[in-house]
């Protein structure tokens, strides 16, 4: 009940909103090092803007799923905490 510490947060807490705080970072990282790879794979092939397109379009679909495995890492921190409020710990 009584909780001296309950303005501190929860390493739980901090691992959560660190995930969500590295979301904006994947979501510039992943779609740009695709385009890099395209356009450095389109100068060596002489493919241009093909696989630069095509390396973003890659990156922009990684970034979807790296997030999407955030969210759902995040949603189960989340249950687990609940869980634990539940039990009283």
Known sequence: MF???RDE???????QM???VAVPGIML???LIGFGVGFWADGKLGT???LA???ALFGVAAAGIEIAR???RA???DKEKEDDTKRGT
């Open 29 to 31: 990282a992943a779609p």
């Open 18 to 20: 660190s995930m969500f």
């Open 75 to 77: 949603s189960a921190m």
């Open 3 to 5: 909780n001296p510490r």
């Open 53 to 55: 397109a095509a390396g």
């Open 48 to 50: 241009e803007p093909y």
């Open 9 to 15: 947060k929860s390493p739980r807490d901090m691992r």
């Open 70 to 72: 955030i969210v759902k």
